[in-house]
């Protein structure tokens, strides 16, 4: 069990808890695809405990690694950008009858799949193992995916109607790269 505490393990116990996260990825994609929007929801909320715990054991133990950065990055993809995007085309895009709401609707995701992409890559360039800035410049996407999911709520309990949701996803969707500081927690 040695591999857990060693900072050059990929299995070492900071990564394993990123493992997790993304299983949660994909276990909500999977519910997604089943309509399941409530269970999905849920395993996206534990894979973001984890993403928070991982962050957390990695700096306590010193366990950064160039491998964990990486693969916290790609967690954060599928946990924090595919996974809301997919959920709001699914539950509230797809649901629609009118072809030319699609036409603008598909575009939009794509776009906030990028933005979140480049994002994440921009992050990775810039990290260093170990290292934790006191802002972020942009919206992270977890907290990203966090806006997200309000959009998604408030058009499921009527608050807003479709367009309402576009507008919050292209604007969510360019804050993620812009200068905005958020605090980091």
């Given at each position: 069990?040695?591999?857990?505490?060693?900072?050059?393990?990929?299995?070492?116990?900071?990564?394993?808890?990123?493992?997790?996260?993304?299983?949660?990825?994909?276990?909500?994609?999977?519910?997604?695809?089943?309509?399941?929007?409530?269970?999905?929801?849920?395993?996206?909320?534990?894979?973001?405990?984890?993403?928070?715990?991982?962050?957390?054991?990695?700096?306590?133990?010193?366990?950064?690694?160039?491998?964990?950065?990486?693969?916290?990055?790609?967690?954060?993809?599928?946990?924090?950008?595919?996974?809301?995007?997919?959920?709001?085309?699914?539950?509230?895009?797809?649901?629609?009858?009118?072809?030319?709401?699609?036409?603008?609707?598909?575009?939009?995701?794509?776009?906030?799949?990028?933005?979140?992409?480049?994002?994440?890559?921009?992050?990775?360039?810039?990290?260093?193992?170990?290292?934790?800035?006191?802002?972020?410049?942009?919206?992270?996407t977890p907290l990203g995916a966090i806006l997200l999911w309000l959009a998604y709520l408030g058009w499921a309990y009527g608050?807003?109607?479709?367009?309402?949701?576009?507008?919050?996803?292209?604007?969510?969707?360019?804050?993620?790269?812009?200068?905005?500081?958020?605090?980091?927690?």
């Open positions: 069990m040695k591999f857990l505490f060693t900072p050059s393990s990929q299995f070492n116990l900071a990564n394993m808890f990123t493992f997790v996260n993304i299983t949660a990825g994909l276990l909500a994609i999977y519910f997604i695809t089943q309509n399941n929007f409530f269970l999905a929801i849920i395993l996206a909320w534990i894979g973001g405990a984890f993403d928070i715990f991982d962050g957390k054991i990695a700096r306590k133990y010193k366990l950064s690694n160039e491998f964990g950065i990486q693969l916290d990055s790609f967690a954060d993809f599928l946990s924090f950008v595919l996974v809301p995007v997919f959920l709001v085309f699914q539950a509230v895009y797809a649901q629609t009858q009118l072809t030319g709401l699609m036409i603008v609707a598909a575009p939009l995701s794509i776009l906030y799949v990028i933005s979140g992409l480049r994002r994440l890559i921009y992050f990775n360039i810039n990290a260093d193992a170990g290292e934790i800035e006191n802002y972020f410049t942009g919206v992270p608050i807003f109607n479709i367009y309402v949701v576009m507008i919050l996803m292209l604007l969510i969707a360019l804050s993620l790269n812009s200068k905005i500081k958020v605090k980091h927690l």
